[in-house]
């Protein structure tokens, strides 16, 4: 079974991806993480004429296997990622592993911008994860707080508007529901709630398939 997790920043997508992982017992792939290590590898390089060259280079090179979740965690990080999904040669360079870890045996959960309707338009259940832009605001700014980040609530609030506003522009982003997907919003729902609803979803359509 494959289960497509797609929706904006801090909408709480990975750890609702995480949990139906559990949940399921299959694999999770966070793809967000992808388009993180190439703009972090390409930081500082923003304003300059290499960035695209190097944003490409940067994600045919990528070492899949040692993605690190914390230290690609950061506000700073996903503005970077945000700027090199736009260049459609570091989403093709990116594509293969995706499809990939989707088609392995068994299946798995994938979360994003474009499973749904790029990597995986096969999944058998697709998730979409809507939350108004306050409530994700205060979620990352207590997920950063945790870790002992001191947070400008304003200016994390603007750059999640804004990397909302990049990415649903993105000409090559595939960021929109599918017209399969099953929208859930999670504004009022704590995390618990939000994986009963997604688990309710996932079972509803695997029944109705006669598969699970
Ligand atoms: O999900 P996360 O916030 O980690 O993603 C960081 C950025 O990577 C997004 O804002 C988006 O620009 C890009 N992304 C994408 N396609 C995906 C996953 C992430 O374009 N499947």
Redesign the pocket.
Known sequence: MIIAV?GP??SG??TLAAGLARHYGLPQL???????AV?RAVAGLEDTPGFEAAAIAAARSIDTGHLDPLA??TAEV?VL??????IAEV?AALFDF?RQFALQPGGAVL?????GTK?APDADVKLFIQADSKSRMERRARQLEGRGVVVDRYALYHQIEQ??A??MA?PN???YPAADAHLLDTTLLDIEAALRAAVAIVDGVMARKGQH
């Open positions: 797609d920043a801090a997508k990975g966070d793809t967000g993480l992808l388009y993180r703009g690609l965690s996903g990622a945000s700027k090199v999904a736009v989403r995706q979360d994003g911008r474009d499973i990597i990397r909302d990049r990415d993105n982003g595939g960021f």
